[in-house]
DNA sequence: AGACTAGTGGAACAGGCGTTCAACTTTCTG
DNA sequence: CAGAAAGTTGAACGCCTGTTCCACTAGTCT
């Protein structure tokens, strides 16, 4: 039996490098391509592995999905809060770190099925809300959930949208009409 | 071989029965949760009719998906375009409907993934862009992303929003600040 | 009536799955 | 150094999966 998650242990590296593998797994198959197996081969270590640190596979989707949100979380932090920068941020989520964002969304989803997970999901809309100090309310959920559409309709289109098409949307959002 | 999807046959009442048979599986246990045995089983029928009506499993998904959304765009029809009615549709959607407003969104990611299920992922958009008739199309699409977004939050929520406390967000989304 | 097609359904194949087990090596602790 | 704990691994169990095959019935045409 591995020590409990928060333990540092020996085989932390390995630790890492199965959450890693599981994000890459997810990024390119969706949630659903997640399997013992799946990861285990991505991460170059046998089966018995991934059970090893963690015991069900709830517990790697969990933990990867946590820790995913994170990472993405403290990435918006360095975003500048001007419409330009958020634009690009958008475009960039649904450009060049597409991938990762579908993960997100998928955690979104997730979530919704699973209380344990709402937390986790919840967090870059937390920070956001942080970020922006203490507006008025009724503006702060309105940007909010404009960025959340913006970002998932990014995901649908044909082609990502590009910045300086999104700015325009984003600073109504942002400044009012 | 069954006749090609557009045909009629003597065995629509069965495919119908199939595909809402499946929509009950998403609604319960996901995307995820679809086979060709749980469908049957749901629906009560011998495995192999969903296999003889839906040759693979994506034919069988990707069909309940573009009738759903189809569905939920024409129920939006009905919708007054008040912020007091937008809000009541949101409350429901998450509320009474969770189920099917959870699927509509598995068809999000699902689109993000396969390119045939855009049509039908955009389909509630577009039907509100032509509702909303030849507005200022930044405000439109602001709109249309607040909604979205709204939506999903409200999925992750520990409890499902009332009306009342969207109505202020909504109308500031449709009016202006 | 005969031929043909749509529809029905039981059985089976091969393959992937989550998880467990037991044997083994490495590293830490007293 | 001895013993315990942590880490590593191949093999295996039983289950569920997508899909195919084949035998069969019920309607529909000529």
């Known amino acids: 039996m591995p020590p409990p998650d928060g333990r ?7 630790r890492r490098e199965i959450l890693s ?5 997810v990024e390119r198959d969706g949630v659903a391509g997640v399997s013992h197996r799946s990861v285990a081969r991505e991460a170059g270590v046998p089966t018995t592995s991934t059970t090893y ?3 069900t596979l709830d517990d790697l989707l969990i933990a990867t999905l946590t820790w995913s949100a994170e990472e993405m979380a403290a990435s918006f932090r360095e975003v500048p809060l001007t419409p330009a920068a958020v634009a690009r941020f958008i475009a960039d989520a649904a450009g060049a770190h597409r991938g990762r964002t579908l993960a997100e969304y998928e955690l979104y989803l997730l979530a919704a099925r699973r209380p344990e997970l709402r937390p986790a999901a919840r967090r870059w809309v937390s920070l956001m809300a942080e970020v922006a100090g203490p507006r008025d309310p009724v503006r702060l959920r309105a940007v909010l959930a404009g960025l959340d559409g913006l970002l998932i309709q990014a995901l649908i289109a044909d082609f990502p949208p590009m910045a300086e098409d999104l700015e325009p949307v984003v600073s109504l959002l942002m400044l009012g009409g």
Chains 1, 2 share one sequence.
């Open 53 to 55: 640190y963690y015991a």
């Open 21 to 25: 593998a599981t994000l890459r797994v």
């Open 8 to 14: 540092r242990a020996r085989g932390d590296r390995r």
